[in-house]
C-alpha cells in the first residue's frame, strides 16, 4: 500500500533519542582513553589493583553464595511437593526489596560487640572483654558478600526456576527410569540444560554487584566502585574517575560477552507447555519437613527478620522518624520519579513506534543505543553523566562571558542532571516494556488504520494507546520504583541541599543511625514490594 507520509520526523525522533541516552557513555570512553592523570597514575601505582582484586573477589563470592542458595530452592519449588511449596514460589522473591545497605546496617546491629547476639553471649557464658573468646566481623569483605548474595540471589532464583519449568517434565521422568537418583538427576539433567540461564542470572548478579556502593562502603571495602566515588569527591579528578570507570566497563563487557557466549549454541528442543501441577517428586517425612524448614531459613534471614527489626525500629522511633523531613525527601523523591517515568516513558514509544513502521536493518539501532545506560553502575553512570554537561556548562558560561549573564552550573549542578542521568539508566526498563506490548498489536490494525486515511501520529494516539495501556503502566511503575531506590547517582549528582529517601536514609546509616530514618527505610521496602506483585501476577496469569 503506498504512503503518502514520510517517516523522518519519526527517524529524527528515534536518533535523537538514541544518541543523547548513549552520549554519556561515548563521553565516558572517550574521556577514559585520554592522557595520563596524575591522580591515576598515583592510584594505579598504590591501591588501585587491590580495588580491583576486592571487586573480582566480591563478584564470584556472590555469583558462588547465590548459586548455594538459589540454585537448590529452584529445584524445590519447580520439581518437588512439600509443606508451604506455594506460598514459598513467590514469598522467596521478596529479598529483592530490600535495599543491600539497610539489611547491612541492620545485622551488624545485631552481631556488633554492643549488639544484642554478643551482649548475649557474654551474659550466658560470662565473658568480660573481645579477649575472652572469638566472634566473626561482619564488616569484612566476606560480610558484604553474604549480605549482597541475600538481596541478589532472587534473580537466580527466578530465572533457574522458570528455566526448569519450561523443560519437558519427560527428560527428567526418564533419568528416573534410567536409574538416576533426584540428586543425578539435578546435576546431569536439570543443570545442563539450565546452563544458559544460570548464566545469564550470574551476569546480571555479577553486574548489580559490582554496581553497589552502600553495602561496600558502609563496610569500609574498597572495590573499583568506591574508587569512583572517592575519586571524584576526594581528587576532584573526573578524568581519573573517568579512567577507573573504563576499568568498571571492561568487567560488564566481559560478564556480557560471557552471558551471550552461553546462549550461543543454547537450543530448546521441546518445551513444557504449562507448569505441571503434579510435582516430579513428592517428598515424604524428613526430606519435605528439610526442604521446608530450608525455605524458612533462607526467607527468614533475607527478609522477615530484617524487616520485623525495621518495623520495630518504626515503631519505637516513630515521633523522630514520622516528621517534616520524611514528608519533604519522600516528595522530592516522589516529583524525580514522576519525571523520570514520564519522560522514559514518552522516550520509548517514541523509538519502538519508529522500530514497528520504520523499514530497514537500522530502525532498531536508536533503541540499542538509548538502552546502553542501563549496565552502567549508579558511579559511572553519574561521571558518564557528568562529562557532558560540565561541557555545556563551560560553552555556555563562555559564551554569555562577554554579557552580565552568569548561567554558572545550569546543567551539572541542577537537578536536570540527576534527571538525565535517571532516564538514562532506566529508559531500557520502559523500552523494554513497551516493546513487549507493541509484540501484541497486530500490524493489520496499522494497514486497517491507514486505510482509513489516518496517519502516522493518528495512529500512535488512537489506535497504539487505548491498547499499550497496560505495558505503559507497568513500564511506568517499574521505572518509577528503581528512581525511589536509586542511591549511588544520586549522591553524586543532587543538587546542594536536596535529599531523597535513598540519601535521606544512607545518611542515617552512615551515622549509625537507622533507627531515626526508619520510616523512609520501611517505606523505601513497602514500595519496592510493588513490582514483584505484578510479577507473580504475570507468573500466575502465564501458569
Not at 563470592?61 to 509443606?83: D, E, N
Not at 537450543?267 to 525455605?295: I, P
Not at 558560561?397 to 537537578?415: C, I, Y
Request: proline share 4%.
Amino acid at each position: 500500500m503506498q504512503v503518502s507520509f514520510s517517516l523522518s520526523k519519526w527517524q529524527v525522533f528515534a536518533w535523537l533519542i538514541g544518541i543523547c541516552l548513549s552520549a554519556p557513555l561515548a563521553f565516558l570512553i572517550f574521556e577514559s582513553l585520554q592522557g595520563d592523570s596524575e591522580v591515576f597514575t598515583h592510584l594505579w601505582n598504590t591501591v588501585l589493583w587491590d580495588y580491583t582484586f576486592n571487586t573480582l573477589l566480591l563478584i564470584l563470592g556472590v555469583i558462588a553464595l547465590s548459586c548455594v542458595i538459589a540454585l537448590p530452592l529452584g529445584w524445590l519449588t519447580a520439581y518437588c511437593q512439600f509443606p508451604g511449596r506455594k506460598v514459598f514460589e513467590w514469598a522467596l522473591m521478596l529479598p529483592l526489596a530490600m535495599p543491600t545497605y539497610i539489611i547491612a546496617y541492620i545485622y551488624t546491629d545485631l552481631f556488633d560487640y554492643a549488639g544484642p547476639v554478643q551482649v548475649t553471649l557474654r551474659e550466658w557464658f560470662g565473658w568480660h572483654s573481645p579477649d575472652d573468646y572469638w566472634f566473626f566481623d561482619i564488616r569484612t569483605l566476606p560480610g558484604a558478600i553474604v549480605m549482597i548474595a541475600l538481596v541478589l540471589y532472587p534473580y537466580l532464583y527466578l530465572i533457574f526456576k522458570t528455566a526448569l519449568r519450561e523443560q519437558s517434565f519427560k527428560l527428567v521422568q526418564a533419568s528416573q527410569l534410567m536409574g538416576m537418583s533426584p540428586l543425578q538427576s539435578f546435576f546431569k539433567v536439570s543443570l545442563p540444560l539450565a546452563r544458559g540461564a544460570i548464566v545469564a542470572a550470574l551476569a546480571l548478579i555479577s553486574m548489580e554487584t559490582m554496581a553497589d556502593f552502600a553495602t561496600v562502603h558502609y563496610f569500609a571495602v574498597s572495590t573499583l566502585t568506591t574508587a569512583v566515588y572517592d575519586t571524584w569527591l576526594g581528587y576532584y579528578s573526573l578524568t581519573a574517575a573517568a579512567k577507573i570507570s573504563g576499568i568498571m566497563l571492561l568487567f560488564l563487557f566481559v560478564s556480557l560477552m560471557l552471558e551471550r557466549l552461553s546462549r550461543k549454541n543454547d537450543t530448546l528442543h521441546e518445551r513444557q507447555s504449562s507448569v505441571n501441577e503434579t510435582a516430579l517428586y513428592q517428598l515424604q517425612g524428613k526430606s519435605a519437613w528439610g526442604a521446608t524448614a530450608y525455605c524458612v531459613l533462607i526467607l527468614m534471614i533475607a527478609f522477615v527478620l530484617p524487616v520485623s527489626i525495621l518495623g520495630g525500629y518504626a515503631i519505637d522511633y516513630f515521633d523522630e522518624a514520622w516528621n517534616s523531613q520524611f514528608f519533604l525527601y519522600a516528595w522530592q523523591s516522589l516529583k524525580v520519579s514522576l519525571w523520570v517515568s514520564a519522560i522514559a516513558i514518552l522516550f520509548s514509544v517514541l523509538v519502538v513506534f519508529y522500530q514497528r513502521i520504520g523499514k530497514g536493518k537500522r530502525k532498531s539501532v536508536p533503541g540499542r543505543f538509548a538502552s546502553t545506560g542501563y549496565a552502567l553502575p549508579g558511579t559511572v553512570l553519574a561521571i558518564a553523566v557528568l562529562l557532558p554537561l560540565t561541557l555545556l556548562d563551560t560553552k555556555l558560561n563562555e559564551w554569555f562571558a562577554e554579557t552580565s549573564v552568569e548561567p554558572g552550573l545550569l546543567l551539572s549542578g541542577s537537578l536536570f542532571a540527576m534527571v538525565f542521568a535517571y532516564v538514562v539508566r532506566f529508559y531500557a526498563i520502559a523500552h523494554g516494556a513497551v516493546e513487549a506490548s507493541y509484540v501484541r498489536i497486530s500490524p493489520s490494525l496499522d494497514m486497517a488504520s491507514q486505510s482509513m486515511g489516518k496517519g502516522f501520529f493518528q495512529t500512535l494516539t488512537l489506535v497504539h494507546f487505548p491498547l499499550l495501556r497496560r505495558g505503559i503502566l507497568t513500564a511506568a511503575l517499574l521505572v518509577f520504583i528503581e528512581c525511589m531506590k536509586e542511591l549511588p547517582a544520586a549522591l553524586l549528582l543532587r543538587p546542594f541541599n536536596f535529599e531523597t529517601l535513598a540519601t535521606h536514609v544512607f545518611q542515617y546509616v552512615s551515622d549509625e543511625q537507622l533507627e531515626l530514618a526508619s520510616v523512609s527505610a520501611l517505606f523505601i521496602v513497602l514500595v519496592g514490594l510493588i513490582p514483584l506483585y505484578f510479577v507473580n501476577r504475570s507468573m500466575e496469569q502465564h501458569n
